[in-house]
T-cell receptor, first 114, second 117 residues
Framework: DTGVSQNPRHKITKRGQNVTFRCDPISEHNRLYWYRQTLGQGPEFLTYFQNEAQLEKSRLLSDRFSAERPKGSFSTLEIQRTEQGDSAMYLC????????????FGSGTRLTVV | AQKITQTQPGMFVQEKEAVTLDCTYDTSDPSYGLFWYKQPSSGEMIFLIYQGSYDQQNATEGRYSLNFQKARKSANLVISASQLGDSAMYFCAMFRLYSGGYQKVTFGTGTKLQVIP
Protein backbone atom coordinates (compact mmCIF):
# COMPACT_ATOMS: atom_id res chain seq x y z
CA ASP A 1 0.00 0.00 0.00
CA THR A 2 1.66 3.18 -1.20
CA GLY A 3 -0.91 5.61 0.15
CA VAL A 4 -2.98 8.06 -1.87
CA SER A 5 -1.33 9.00 -5.14
CA GLN A 6 -2.06 12.15 -7.13
CA ASN A 7 -0.88 13.10 -10.58
CA PRO A 8 0.45 15.40 -11.76
CA ARG A 9 2.12 17.09 -8.81
CA HIS A 10 2.22 20.40 -10.60
CA LYS A 11 0.28 21.77 -13.57
CA ILE A 12 0.69 25.12 -15.26
CA THR A 13 -1.94 25.96 -17.82
CA LYS A 14 -3.14 28.94 -19.81
CA ARG A 15 -6.45 30.50 -18.98
CA GLY A 16 -9.24 28.89 -20.95
CA GLN A 17 -7.60 25.49 -21.25
CA ASN A 18 -9.01 22.28 -19.77
CA VAL A 19 -7.08 20.29 -17.18
CA THR A 20 -7.58 16.88 -15.62
CA PHE A 21 -6.13 15.54 -12.40
CA ARG A 22 -6.01 11.95 -11.26
CA CYS A 23 -6.23 10.42 -7.79
CA ASP A 24 -5.50 6.81 -6.90
CA PRO A 25 -6.80 6.11 -3.38
CA ILE A 26 -5.67 3.42 -1.00
CA SER A 27 -6.97 0.25 -2.61
CA GLU A 28 -9.28 -0.90 0.19
CA HIS A 29 -10.80 2.55 0.76
CA ASN A 30 -14.29 2.94 -0.66
CA ARG A 31 -14.67 6.63 0.19
CA LEU A 32 -12.90 9.30 -1.83
CA TYR A 33 -12.90 13.06 -1.33
CA TRP A 34 -11.63 16.08 -3.25
CA TYR A 35 -10.61 19.27 -1.48
CA ARG A 36 -9.25 22.58 -2.72
CA GLN A 37 -6.74 24.67 -0.83
CA THR A 38 -5.93 28.26 -1.76
CA LEU A 39 -2.95 30.16 -0.43
CA GLY A 40 -3.16 30.88 3.28
CA GLN A 41 -6.31 28.85 3.79
CA GLY A 42 -7.22 25.41 5.00
CA PRO A 43 -8.59 22.86 2.55
CA GLU A 44 -12.24 23.22 1.52
CA PHE A 45 -14.52 20.32 0.64
CA LEU A 46 -15.38 19.91 -3.04
CA THR A 47 -16.96 16.50 -3.51
CA TYR A 48 -17.35 12.99 -2.11
CA PHE A 49 -17.60 9.54 -3.69
CA GLN A 50 -18.68 6.32 -2.08
CA ASN A 51 -17.50 3.63 -4.45
CA GLU A 52 -18.47 4.96 -7.89
CA ALA A 53 -21.36 7.13 -6.70
CA GLN A 54 -20.83 10.87 -6.31
CA LEU A 55 -22.94 11.58 -3.23
CA GLU A 56 -22.22 15.23 -2.57
CA LYS A 57 -20.93 18.25 -4.43
CA SER A 58 -20.06 21.54 -2.80
CA ARG A 59 -21.37 24.82 -4.15
CA LEU A 60 -17.68 25.59 -4.73
CA LEU A 61 -17.82 23.08 -7.59
CA SER A 62 -19.08 25.19 -10.46
CA ASP A 63 -20.39 23.78 -13.74
CA ARG A 64 -16.85 23.94 -15.12
CA PHE A 65 -15.77 21.28 -12.65
CA SER A 66 -16.58 17.60 -13.04
CA ALA A 67 -15.39 14.62 -11.08
CA GLU A 68 -15.70 10.93 -11.81
CA ARG A 69 -14.80 7.68 -10.16
CA PRO A 70 -15.43 4.92 -12.67
CA LYS A 71 -15.55 1.43 -11.16
CA GLY A 72 -15.01 2.89 -7.71
CA SER A 73 -11.25 2.90 -8.02
CA PHE A 74 -9.28 5.96 -9.20
CA SER A 75 -10.93 9.35 -9.59
CA THR A 76 -10.45 12.24 -11.98
CA LEU A 77 -11.21 15.90 -11.49
CA GLU A 78 -11.58 17.96 -14.65
CA ILE A 79 -11.71 21.73 -14.86
CA GLN A 80 -12.94 23.18 -18.12
CA ARG A 81 -12.13 26.68 -19.37
CA THR A 82 -9.77 27.36 -16.49
CA GLU A 83 -9.72 30.77 -14.83
CA GLN A 84 -6.99 32.39 -12.74
CA GLY A 85 -9.16 31.91 -9.67
CA ASP A 86 -8.86 28.15 -10.13
CA SER A 87 -5.19 28.35 -9.14
CA ALA A 88 -4.93 26.27 -5.97
CA MET A 89 -3.76 23.01 -4.50
CA TYR A 90 -6.23 20.20 -5.24
CA LEU A 91 -6.09 17.50 -2.58
CA CYS A 92 -7.53 14.03 -2.78
CA UNK A 93 -8.20 11.90 0.28
CA UNK A 94 -9.62 8.48 0.96
CA UNK A 95 -11.03 6.54 3.88
CA UNK A 96 -12.86 3.31 4.55
CA UNK A 97 -16.36 2.72 5.87
CA UNK A 98 -16.42 2.97 9.61
CA UNK A 99 -13.08 4.72 9.75
CA UNK A 100 -13.53 7.81 11.85
CA UNK A 101 -9.97 8.73 12.56
CA UNK A 102 -9.61 10.90 9.53
CA UNK A 103 -8.66 10.69 5.94
CA UNK A 104 -5.43 9.75 4.28
CA PHE A 105 -4.49 12.60 1.98
CA GLY A 106 -2.43 12.56 -1.16
CA SER A 107 0.34 15.05 -1.83
CA GLY A 108 -1.95 17.17 -3.97
CA THR A 109 -1.83 18.70 -7.43
CA ARG A 110 -0.79 22.34 -7.51
CA LEU A 111 -2.54 24.14 -10.37
CA THR A 112 -1.33 27.48 -11.67
CA VAL A 113 -3.44 29.23 -14.29
CA VAL A 114 -1.55 31.94 -16.17
CA ALA B 1 -22.66 24.74 10.59
CA GLN B 2 -19.25 23.90 11.91
CA LYS B 3 -16.43 26.36 12.38
CA ILE B 4 -12.80 25.99 13.37
CA THR B 5 -10.80 28.97 14.60
CA GLN B 6 -7.02 29.10 14.78
CA THR B 7 -5.97 32.51 16.08
CA GLN B 8 -2.20 32.10 15.73
CA PRO B 9 -1.10 32.65 12.13
CA GLY B 10 2.53 31.98 13.07
CA MET B 11 4.50 30.64 16.02
CA PHE B 12 8.18 30.27 16.85
CA VAL B 13 9.59 27.71 19.25
CA GLN B 14 13.11 26.86 20.31
CA GLU B 15 14.30 23.38 19.42
CA LYS B 16 13.64 20.86 22.24
CA GLU B 17 11.03 23.13 23.84
CA ALA B 18 7.29 22.37 24.01
CA VAL B 19 4.74 24.43 22.07
CA THR B 20 0.95 24.73 22.18
CA LEU B 21 -1.08 25.50 19.08
CA ASP B 22 -4.54 26.85 19.80
CA CYS B 23 -7.81 25.68 18.27
CA THR B 24 -11.39 26.47 19.15
CA TYR B 25 -14.41 25.05 17.42
CA ASP B 26 -18.11 25.60 17.15
CA THR B 27 -20.72 22.96 16.45
CA SER B 28 -24.21 22.04 17.52
CA ASP B 29 -23.64 18.34 16.86
CA PRO B 30 -23.31 16.15 19.95
CA SER B 31 -21.07 13.72 18.09
CA TYR B 32 -18.00 14.92 16.26
CA GLY B 33 -14.31 14.30 15.83
CA LEU B 34 -11.36 16.64 16.01
CA PHE B 35 -8.07 16.23 14.17
CA TRP B 36 -4.77 17.90 13.75
CA TYR B 37 -2.91 17.68 10.47
CA LYS B 38 0.61 18.76 9.58
CA GLN B 39 1.35 20.18 6.15
CA PRO B 40 5.03 20.55 5.27
CA SER B 41 6.14 22.63 2.31
CA SER B 42 5.74 19.57 0.07
CA GLY B 43 1.97 19.99 0.40
CA GLU B 44 0.88 16.63 1.76
CA MET B 45 -1.54 16.69 4.70
CA ILE B 46 -0.20 14.36 7.39
CA PHE B 47 -2.57 13.06 10.05
CA LEU B 48 -1.22 13.67 13.56
CA ILE B 49 -3.87 13.01 16.17
CA TYR B 50 -7.60 12.39 16.65
CA GLN B 51 -10.02 13.12 19.50
CA GLY B 52 -13.61 11.93 19.57
CA SER B 53 -16.20 14.09 21.27
CA TYR B 54 -17.09 11.30 23.67
CA ASP B 55 -13.54 10.30 24.51
CA GLN B 56 -12.91 10.74 28.20
CA GLN B 57 -9.15 10.96 27.98
CA ASN B 58 -7.04 13.40 26.00
CA ALA B 59 -5.49 11.81 22.93
CA THR B 60 -1.74 11.30 22.72
CA GLU B 61 0.41 10.13 19.80
CA GLY B 62 4.11 10.12 20.59
CA ARG B 63 5.24 13.73 21.02
CA TYR B 64 1.77 15.03 20.17
CA SER B 65 -1.03 15.44 22.67
CA LEU B 66 -4.41 17.06 22.31
CA ASN B 67 -5.66 19.18 25.20
CA PHE B 68 -9.41 18.67 24.79
CA GLN B 69 -11.66 20.94 26.83
CA LYS B 70 -15.16 20.15 25.67
CA ALA B 71 -17.00 22.77 27.72
CA ARG B 72 -14.74 25.48 26.34
CA LYS B 73 -14.84 23.95 22.85
CA SER B 74 -11.09 23.97 22.56
CA ALA B 75 -8.74 21.35 21.16
CA ASN B 76 -5.19 22.63 21.49
CA LEU B 77 -2.25 20.66 20.12
CA VAL B 78 0.80 20.29 22.32
CA ILE B 79 4.09 19.28 20.71
CA SER B 80 6.73 18.27 23.20
CA ALA B 81 10.49 18.40 22.56
CA SER B 82 10.21 20.29 19.26
CA GLN B 83 12.43 19.20 16.40
CA LEU B 84 13.54 21.11 13.31
CA GLY B 85 11.40 18.77 11.21
CA ASP B 86 8.31 20.02 13.02
CA SER B 87 8.49 23.28 11.06
CA ALA B 88 5.31 23.24 8.98
CA MET B 89 1.72 24.44 8.77
CA TYR B 90 -0.60 22.85 11.29
CA PHE B 91 -4.32 22.58 10.70
CA CYS B 92 -7.00 21.88 13.24
CA ALA B 93 -10.02 20.17 11.73
CA MET B 94 -13.38 18.77 12.69
CA PHE B 95 -15.59 16.21 11.05
CA ARG B 96 -19.28 15.67 11.17
CA LEU B 97 -20.98 12.39 10.41
CA TYR B 98 -23.63 12.66 7.74
CA SER B 99 -26.37 10.22 6.85
CA GLY B 100 -24.75 7.32 5.10
CA GLY B 101 -21.85 7.58 7.51
CA TYR B 102 -19.51 9.69 5.48
CA GLN B 103 -17.41 12.46 6.90
CA LYS B 104 -17.03 16.02 5.78
CA VAL B 105 -14.13 17.79 7.36
CA THR B 106 -13.93 21.49 8.14
CA PHE B 107 -10.45 22.93 8.48
CA GLY B 108 -9.13 25.98 10.26
CA THR B 109 -6.86 28.50 8.54
CA GLY B 110 -3.73 26.98 10.02
CA THR B 111 -0.76 27.99 12.16
CA LYS B 112 2.71 28.17 10.69
CA LEU B 113 5.19 26.77 13.19
CA GLN B 114 8.88 27.50 12.86
CA VAL B 115 11.37 25.67 15.06
CA ILE B 116 14.52 27.63 15.77
CA PRO B 117 17.80 25.76 16.28
Amino acid sequence: DTGVSQNPRHKITKRGQNVTFRCDPISEHNRLYWYRQTLGQGPEFLTYFQNEAQLEKSRLLSDRFSAERPKGSFSTLEIQRTEQGDSAMYLCASSSTGEHRGYTFGSGTRLTVV
Amino acid sequence: AQKITQTQPGMFVQEKEAVTLDCTYDTSDPSYGLFWYKQPSSGEMIFLIYQGSYDQQNATEGRYSLNFQKARKSANLVISASQLGDSAMYFCAMFRLYSGGYQKVTFGTGTKLQVIP
